[in-house]
């Protein structure tokens, strides 16, 4: 069983940056497929970025690209996801997930393949 908490969110002016960090338990948090997604008000839960568990792929939305960088410390089972240049309509709340399936693949840009999920975190960004 894997824990995933979210903390960094608030509240930021347009232009600016947050770091959001997603802490797992467990040990097998190295092996783990990881992903953030993102659900605004009134919108689905969308998809923002993924990593592999060596952090050698990575995919990001269209929307984000450029702008936000995922990346983990396998050694602090730890996540982050640092957000520069942040618009309003990035304003949502983030969720952190987690998938034990060690293959990083285009199905994981979806919320099915994974396993474990965070509360989540506010991030709201204005104009």
């Known amino acids: 069983q894997v824990q995933l908490v979210e903390s960094g969110g608030g509240l930021v002016q347009a232009g600016g940056s947050l770091r959001l960090s997603c802490a797992a338990s467990g040990r097998t948090f190295s092996s783990y497929s990881m992903g953030w997604f993102r659900q605004g008000p009134g919108k689905e839960r969308e998809f923002v970025a993924a990593i592999s568990w060596n952090a050698n792929i990575k995919y990001y939305a269209d929307s984000v690209k450029g702008r936000f960088t995922i990346s983990r410390d396998n050694a602090k089972n730890t996540v982050y996801l640092q957000m520069n240049s942040l618009k309003p309509e990035d304003t949502a709340v983030y969720y952190c997930?987690?998938?034990?399936?060690?293959?990083?693949?285009?199905?994981?840009?979806?919320?099915?393949?994974?396993?474990?999920w965070g509360q989540g975190t506010q991030v709201t960004v204005s104009s």
């Open positions: 997930a987690g998938d034990s399936d060690i293959g990083l693949g285009s199905k994981h840009r979806t919320p099915e393949p994974y396993e474990y």
